[in-house]
Protein backbone atom coordinates (compact mmCIF):
# COMPACT_ATOMS: atom_id res chain seq x y z
CA UNK A 1 0.00 0.00 0.00
CA UNK A 2 2.07 3.08 -0.98
CA UNK A 3 1.94 6.00 -3.56
CA UNK A 4 5.30 5.70 -5.31
CA UNK A 5 6.47 9.24 -7.53
CA UNK A 6 9.01 9.32 -9.58
CA UNK A 7 10.29 12.52 -10.35
CA UNK A 8 12.74 13.61 -13.24
CA UNK A 9 13.47 17.82 -13.57
CA UNK A 10 15.62 18.75 -15.84
CA UNK A 11 17.35 22.13 -14.89
CA UNK A 12 18.03 25.00 -16.93
CA UNK A 13 22.18 25.52 -16.43
CA UNK A 14 22.58 29.30 -17.11
CA UNK A 15 19.77 30.09 -14.32
CA UNK A 16 22.27 28.32 -11.67
CA UNK A 17 25.29 30.66 -12.55
CA UNK A 18 22.86 34.12 -13.20
CA UNK A 19 20.93 34.47 -10.19
CA UNK A 20 21.63 34.38 -6.00
CA UNK A 21 20.76 31.26 -3.74
CA UNK A 22 19.92 31.93 0.02
CA UNK A 23 19.63 28.96 2.36
CA UNK A 24 18.42 29.24 5.91
CA UNK A 25 18.22 26.31 8.39
CA UNK A 26 17.63 26.12 12.15
CA UNK A 27 20.85 24.89 14.15
CA UNK A 28 18.39 23.42 17.40
CA UNK A 29 15.87 21.81 14.53
CA UNK A 30 12.83 24.89 15.13
CA UNK A 31 10.28 25.05 12.38
CA UNK A 32 9.88 28.42 10.33
CA UNK A 33 8.32 30.46 8.06
CA UNK A 34 10.07 32.29 5.48
CA UNK A 35 8.66 35.64 4.62
CA UNK A 36 11.33 37.30 1.59
CA UNK A 37 10.20 40.88 1.55
CA UNK A 38 6.50 40.49 3.55
CA UNK A 39 5.90 37.90 0.89
CA UNK A 40 5.36 34.66 3.31
CA UNK A 41 7.55 31.42 0.99
CA UNK A 42 6.67 28.34 2.56
CA UNK A 43 3.20 27.15 3.87
CA UNK A 44 4.17 25.12 6.17
CA UNK A 45 6.72 25.72 8.22
CA UNK A 46 10.30 24.23 7.93
CA UNK A 47 13.24 23.41 9.35
CA UNK A 48 15.93 24.12 6.17
CA UNK A 49 15.25 25.75 3.44
CA UNK A 50 17.04 26.87 -0.38
CA UNK A 51 15.48 29.53 -2.58
CA UNK A 52 16.85 29.94 -5.53
CA UNK A 53 16.29 32.53 -8.75
CA UNK A 54 17.48 35.43 -6.36
CA UNK A 55 18.69 38.58 -8.44
CA UNK A 56 18.80 41.49 -5.87
CA UNK A 57 21.71 42.19 -3.75
CA UNK A 58 19.74 41.39 -0.99
CA UNK A 59 16.67 41.07 0.70
CA UNK A 60 14.94 41.16 3.74
CA UNK A 61 14.18 38.79 5.45
CA UNK A 62 11.79 37.68 8.37
CA UNK A 63 12.05 34.44 10.23
CA UNK A 64 8.15 33.19 12.00
CA UNK A 65 8.60 30.47 14.06
CA UNK A 66 6.08 27.46 14.62
CA UNK A 67 6.76 27.79 18.00
CA UNK A 68 5.03 31.42 19.01
CA UNK A 69 6.88 31.51 22.24
CA UNK A 70 10.02 32.48 20.41
CA UNK A 71 10.34 35.92 18.80
CA UNK A 72 10.81 36.36 14.90
CA UNK A 73 13.69 37.63 13.57
CA UNK A 74 14.68 40.39 11.08
CA UNK A 75 17.34 40.03 8.80
CA UNK A 76 19.09 40.96 6.08
CA UNK A 77 20.64 38.54 3.30
CA UNK A 78 23.00 38.77 0.37
CA UNK A 79 23.47 37.01 -2.53
CA UNK A 80 26.15 38.56 -4.43
CA UNK A 81 30.33 38.73 -3.04
CA UNK A 82 31.10 41.90 -1.55
CA UNK A 83 34.20 42.07 -3.76
CA UNK A 84 33.74 40.05 -7.19
CA UNK A 85 30.10 40.90 -7.47
CA UNK A 86 29.46 37.33 -8.39
CA UNK A 87 26.31 35.74 -7.56
CA UNK A 88 26.91 33.50 -4.78
CA UNK A 89 25.27 29.95 -2.71
CA UNK A 90 24.70 31.46 0.57
CA UNK A 91 23.87 29.64 4.07
CA UNK A 92 22.62 31.68 6.96
CA UNK A 93 21.59 29.28 9.72
CA UNK A 94 19.07 30.57 13.19
CA UNK A 95 21.48 30.27 15.96
CA UNK A 96 21.31 30.86 19.58
CA UNK A 97 23.55 33.21 21.13
CA UNK A 98 25.51 33.43 24.74
CA UNK A 99 22.29 35.42 26.10
CA UNK A 100 20.16 32.80 24.72
CA UNK A 101 18.39 34.99 21.74
CA UNK A 102 17.77 33.33 18.16
CA UNK A 103 19.94 34.97 15.43
CA UNK A 104 20.24 34.47 11.88
CA UNK A 105 24.03 34.49 10.75
CA UNK A 106 25.98 33.59 8.10
CA UNK A 107 27.02 30.25 8.06
CA UNK A 108 28.86 29.94 4.83
CA UNK A 109 29.38 31.26 1.40
CA UNK A 110 30.46 29.82 -1.86
CA UNK A 111 30.52 30.15 -6.07
CA UNK A 112 27.22 29.08 -6.88
CA UNK A 113 27.80 25.44 -8.66
CA UNK A 114 25.99 23.52 -11.57
CA UNK A 115 24.29 20.25 -10.61
CA UNK A 116 22.84 20.82 -7.04
CA UNK A 117 21.81 17.44 -5.20
CA UNK A 118 18.69 18.03 -2.24
CA UNK A 119 18.89 16.39 0.87
CA UNK A 120 15.61 14.58 2.30
CA UNK A 121 14.98 17.36 4.55
CA UNK A 122 15.85 20.33 2.45
CA UNK A 123 12.78 22.48 1.37
CA UNK A 124 12.85 24.72 -2.21
CA UNK A 125 11.67 27.34 -3.77
CA UNK A 126 11.83 28.88 -6.96
CA UNK A 127 11.79 32.65 -6.20
CA UNK A 128 9.32 34.84 -8.23
CA UNK A 129 8.28 32.09 -10.16
CA UNK A 130 5.07 32.19 -12.10
CA UNK A 131 3.43 28.92 -11.52
CA UNK A 132 0.11 27.19 -12.89
CA UNK A 133 -0.58 24.31 -11.29
CA UNK A 134 -2.11 20.56 -12.09
CA UNK A 135 -4.16 18.62 -9.83
CA UNK A 136 -4.68 14.71 -10.93
CA UNK A 137 -7.01 13.43 -8.29
CA UNK A 138 -8.23 9.44 -8.03
CA UNK A 139 -10.66 7.98 -6.37
CA UNK A 140 -9.56 4.19 -6.93
CA UNK A 141 -11.24 0.91 -5.76
CA UNK A 142 -9.06 -0.94 -8.26
CA UNK A 143 -5.15 -0.51 -8.87
CA UNK A 144 -4.53 2.81 -11.12
CA UNK A 145 -1.57 4.73 -12.46
CA UNK A 146 -1.57 8.80 -13.00
CA UNK A 147 1.21 9.75 -15.83
CA UNK A 148 1.66 13.45 -16.34
CA UNK A 149 4.37 14.76 -18.68
CA UNK A 150 4.85 18.50 -19.10
CA UNK A 151 7.47 20.11 -20.50
CA UNK A 152 10.77 19.52 -18.22
CA UNK A 153 8.68 17.14 -15.78
CA UNK A 154 8.27 13.57 -16.06
CA UNK A 155 5.90 11.65 -13.31
CA UNK A 156 4.24 8.49 -12.42
CA UNK A 157 2.18 7.73 -9.53
CA UNK A 158 0.62 4.06 -8.42
CA UNK A 159 -1.97 3.85 -6.16
CA UNK A 160 -3.38 0.37 -4.52
CA UNK A 161 -6.84 -0.29 -4.09
CA UNK A 162 -9.36 1.70 -1.43
CA UNK A 163 -6.96 4.79 -1.45
CA UNK A 164 -7.26 8.63 -2.99
CA UNK A 165 -4.50 9.61 -4.53
CA UNK A 166 -3.74 12.93 -5.25
CA UNK A 167 -1.05 14.63 -7.04
CA UNK A 168 -0.09 18.90 -6.94
CA UNK A 169 2.46 20.03 -9.65
CA UNK A 170 3.30 23.60 -9.89
CA UNK A 171 5.70 24.16 -13.16
CA UNK A 172 7.68 27.61 -12.72
CA UNK A 173 8.90 29.64 -15.83
CA UNK A 174 10.68 27.69 -18.56
CA UNK A 175 9.13 24.91 -17.32
CA UNK A 176 10.84 24.57 -13.91
CA UNK A 177 8.97 22.33 -10.94
CA UNK A 178 8.55 25.23 -8.25
CA UNK A 179 7.35 22.47 -5.78
CA UNK A 180 5.11 19.09 -5.58
CA UNK A 181 3.40 16.82 -3.57
CA UNK A 182 1.81 13.97 -3.71
CA UNK A 183 -0.60 12.28 -1.04
CA UNK A 184 -3.30 9.95 -0.71
CA UNK A 185 -5.65 9.27 2.22
CA UNK A 186 -7.47 5.54 3.26
CA UNK A 187 -11.42 5.34 2.41
CA UNK A 188 -13.29 8.32 4.03
CA UNK A 189 -14.51 7.17 7.46
CA UNK A 190 -11.26 4.81 8.35
CA UNK A 191 -8.80 5.98 10.42
CA UNK A 192 -6.10 3.97 9.29
CA UNK A 193 -4.48 6.97 7.86
CA UNK A 194 -0.94 7.25 5.76
CA UNK A 195 -1.34 10.25 3.65
CA UNK A 196 -1.99 13.68 4.53
CA UNK A 197 -4.60 16.34 2.89
CA UNK A 198 -2.76 17.82 -0.34
CA UNK A 199 -1.26 21.43 0.54
CA UNK A 200 -3.62 22.65 -2.09
CA UNK A 201 -6.95 21.74 -1.17
CA UNK A 202 -5.83 22.42 2.62
CA UNK A 203 -4.54 25.94 2.18
CA UNK A 204 -7.67 26.51 0.55
CA UNK A 205 -9.97 25.07 3.39
CA UNK A 206 -7.44 26.85 6.12
CA UNK A 207 -8.47 30.45 4.55
CA UNK A 208 -12.52 29.30 4.34
CA UNK A 209 -12.22 28.59 7.88
CA UNK A 210 -9.92 31.57 9.03
CA UNK A 211 -12.22 33.87 6.79
CA UNK A 212 -15.35 33.04 8.97
CA UNK A 213 -16.22 35.30 12.13
CA UNK A 214 -18.10 33.14 14.18
CA UNK A 215 -16.19 30.13 16.47
CA UNK A 216 -19.04 27.56 15.98
CA UNK A 217 -19.11 27.71 12.15
CA UNK A 218 -14.91 28.00 12.39
CA UNK A 219 -15.75 24.55 14.35
CA UNK A 220 -18.21 22.95 11.97
CA UNK A 221 -16.21 23.15 8.97
CA UNK A 222 -12.76 22.28 11.09
CA UNK A 223 -14.94 19.25 11.77
CA UNK A 224 -15.92 18.75 7.95
CA UNK A 225 -12.38 18.86 6.87
CA UNK A 226 -11.34 16.19 9.50
CA UNK A 227 -14.27 13.91 8.23
CA UNK A 228 -13.36 13.57 5.61
CA UNK A 229 -9.60 13.93 5.14
CA UNK A 230 -6.61 12.19 7.12
CA UNK A 231 -4.01 15.19 8.48
CA UNK A 232 -0.40 16.05 9.28
CA UNK A 233 0.26 17.33 12.62
CA UNK A 234 1.14 20.10 11.05
CA UNK A 235 -2.30 20.61 9.56
CA UNK A 236 -3.72 19.85 12.79
CA UNK A 237 -1.72 23.04 14.32
CA UNK A 238 -2.86 25.30 11.40
CA UNK A 239 -6.39 24.94 12.04
CA UNK A 240 -6.22 24.87 15.61
CA UNK A 241 -4.44 28.42 15.61
CA UNK A 242 -7.47 29.76 13.90
CA UNK A 243 -10.20 28.33 16.01
CA UNK A 244 -10.88 30.54 18.89
CA UNK A 245 -10.21 29.52 22.77
CA UNK A 246 -8.29 26.71 23.97
CA UNK A 247 -10.88 24.68 25.08
CA UNK A 248 -11.88 24.87 21.51
CA UNK A 249 -8.35 23.37 20.08
CA UNK A 250 -8.22 20.74 22.80
CA UNK A 251 -11.93 19.67 21.27
CA UNK A 252 -10.59 19.53 17.80
CA UNK A 253 -7.21 17.77 18.26
CA UNK A 254 -8.59 15.24 20.32
CA UNK A 255 -10.95 14.40 17.31
CA UNK A 256 -8.15 15.09 14.86
CA UNK A 257 -5.57 12.46 16.76
CA UNK A 258 -6.65 9.11 14.80
CA UNK A 259 -6.68 10.66 11.58
CA UNK A 260 -2.89 11.93 11.55
CA UNK A 261 -0.87 10.80 9.56
CA UNK A 262 2.61 11.35 12.08
CA UNK A 263 1.06 10.91 15.26
CA UNK A 264 4.76 10.48 16.78
CA UNK A 265 4.83 13.97 16.00
CA UNK A 266 1.69 14.91 17.58
CA UNK A 267 2.89 16.28 21.52
CA UNK A 268 4.28 19.16 19.59
CA UNK A 269 0.64 20.21 19.25
CA UNK A 270 0.83 21.71 22.94
CA UNK A 271 2.69 24.87 21.66
CA UNK A 272 -0.28 25.94 20.13
CA UNK A 273 -2.02 25.95 24.03
CA UNK A 274 -1.71 29.43 25.87
CA UNK A 275 -3.56 27.92 29.11
CA UNK A 276 -1.25 25.48 31.21
CA UNK A 277 -3.88 23.62 32.38
CA UNK A 278 -5.01 22.75 28.47
CA UNK A 279 -1.63 21.99 28.11
CA UNK A 280 -1.57 19.35 30.52
CA UNK A 281 -5.20 18.30 29.51
CA UNK A 282 -3.89 17.38 26.16
CA UNK A 283 -0.48 15.71 27.64
CA UNK A 284 -2.93 13.31 29.94
CA UNK A 285 -4.68 12.69 26.31
CA UNK A 286 -1.99 11.59 24.83
CA UNK A 287 -0.27 9.44 27.83
CA UNK A 288 -3.84 7.67 27.73
CA UNK A 289 -3.43 6.96 23.72
CA UNK A 290 -0.30 5.70 24.38
CA UNK A 291 2.42 8.24 23.58
Given at each position: ???????????????????????????????????????????????????????????????????????????????????????????????????????????????????????????????????????????????????????????????????????????????????????????????????????????????????ELSSTVKENKAAAILANNCLSTDQVIEISKVLGSDIDRLIFVRKAYPRV???????????????????????????????
Open positions: MRIILLLFVAVVPFLSFSQGVVTVFSEDGDRFYLVVNGIKQNPMPQTNIRIDGLVAVNYRVKIVFEDTTKEAINSNVYTQNAISHEYVEATYRIKRTKKGELKLRLFSSTPVAPGFTPTPDLYIIHYGSTTTTTTTTVNNQNNASINVNIPDVQMNVNAQPGFNASMNVNVGNNGRMAGSQTTGTRKVGSADCHFAMDGISFDRSLAEIRDTDQGSYPRVQYIFSDQLRIKEFNEFLANVGQ
